[in-house]
């Protein structure tokens, strides 16, 4: 006797309802729970051949990620949607040949795969770059340009941007810049934390009041609670308004590291005219030429507070930034409030940049370094016993 996998009766094996799935056989009452079962299955396959066709996860995956670390919940999701796992001793187990179709991981509630889950929500993604013939920025130099375009269109009265010391070669100095001469001083990415808040706060008592901040994710999130938050500064002052532009992030590091670690290599920290993260790589470029090293040199220099940040994407902004996912020279551009939408459009308008749809195979790039950044706080967000 079997029992239908539908609705639970028993069943004689003699029974003309019977349907194959996994080299398994299950048998009905009737065709009312075969169909059940056969559309079940079904949307299971088509979830594969769909899933397939990304990146090709197996389950040994969710196993070094969620289970052996202790985080599964023991749902069932990943037994209820693939016929090669079950649950063995409290522990979802592989008993039958893995294809890496990567079901099992997308439906587990531990794991982050969804778009909004890794980079927030947002309405566009864009690959962009200046339309300024004489600009030389970061990657596409879109964040200067977008100052530039915002400035001298009247649409805010200053910016708070990070420049680099005159008297300490690459230490971050947040300013207030109101002319286009600031804006170009910032250019470049510096991996170190500026407090940039401070800026703002002046920028308000000096009585702006429609400002552009850049920054990455943790001081976006400082100027975001300080809107949101019942008590927060800027939630009672309603006059300042503030277009938060967030940088992609993945680690910075204290700028005495970073000069003991150049030295150390026989260089010049003032003779390095841009830094860049890329590819597990951080770059150092001077006149003559570029040199790289593995970014895990760096590790003991890395800032603590970035051992517990898991956004790379800087989700609270309107507008964020970073030289992943598009072409070299070009900038990924995120837009996610409307404000920020219509004002990165406008500066295409008008002629300040060039841009483009962020492409499928693009955002996937993004989307893979935002999940490594995020599933981190698995391995620090443990609750101790008391």
């Not at 531990?110 to 929500?121: A, C, F, K, N, Q």
């Not at 920025?137 to 400035?151: E, I, P, R």
């Not at 308000?204 to 920054?215: C, H, L, N, T």
């Not at 001077?286 to 800032?303: G, M, N, P, V």
Request: charged letters at 25%.
């Amino acid at each position: 006797m079997s029992i239908d996998p539908i609705c639970k009766k028993i069943v004689p094996p003699t029974t003309p309802f019977i349907s194959d799935y996994g080299g398994k056989k299950y048998h009905f009452c009737g065709p009312e729970c075969k169909k059940k079962f056969d559309e079940l299955e079904k949307n299971v396959i088509r979830l594969k051949r769909n899933l397939e066709e990304k990146e090709r996860i197996s389950f040994g995956k969710l196993r070094k990620e969620i289970i052996k670390p202790g985080i599964c919940t023991l749902c069932g999701a990943c037994a209820s949607t693939c016929e090669f796992i079950s649950i063995v001793n409290d522990q979802p187990k592989l008993i039958g040949p893995c294809t890496s179709c990567g079901i099992c991981y997308n439906q587990c509630p531990r794991t982050i795969t969804t778009e909004e889950g890794l980079i927030g929500r947002l309405r566009f993604g864009y690959s962009a770059k200046t339309a300024i013939s004489d600009l030389k920025g970061q990657d596409g130099g879109v964040v200067t340009s977008m100052l530039a375009y915002a400035l001298e269109e009247g649409l805010i009265d200053c910016a708070i941007v990070t420049v680099k010391s005159e008297d300490d070669p690459w230490r971050p100095i947040p300013i207030i810049a109101k002319t286009y001469d600031d804006i170009i001083q910032s250019t470049g990415s510096i991996y170190t934390h500026s407090m940039t808040m401070e800026a703002l706060m002046s920028s308000i008592q000096q009585g702006m009041r429609s400002i552009a901040f850049v920054g990455p994710s943790c001081n976006i999130d400082a100027v975001h609670k300080m809107q949101k938050s019942p008590y927060g500064f800027l939630h009672m002052f309603m006059r300042a308004n503030i277009l938060k532009m967030g940088l992609f992030c993945m680690d910075t590091f204290s700028h005495d590291g970073i000069k003991e670690f150049v030295e150390r290599k026989d260089m010049k920290l003032e003779d390095i005219e841009f830094m860049k993260i890329r590819k597990g790589q951080f770059e150092f470029e001077t006149k003559y030429d570029i040199k790289s090293f593995a970014l895990h040199e760096f590790d003991a220099y890395r800032s603590s507070s970035c051992k517990f940040c898991t956004d790379l994407t800087a989700e609270n902004s309107d507008l964020s930034f970073g030289g992943v996912g598009s072409p070299q020279g070009w900038t990924t551009v995120l837009a996610r409030s409307g404000i920020g939408y219509e004002i990165f459009n406008e500066a295409v308008d008008s002629g300040y940049i060039k841009s483009k749809t962020l492409e499928e195979n693009e955002m996937e790039r993004v989307l893979n370094l935002a999940r490594m950044k995020k599933v981190q706080m698995y391995a620090l967000n443990r609750r101790k016993n008391v």
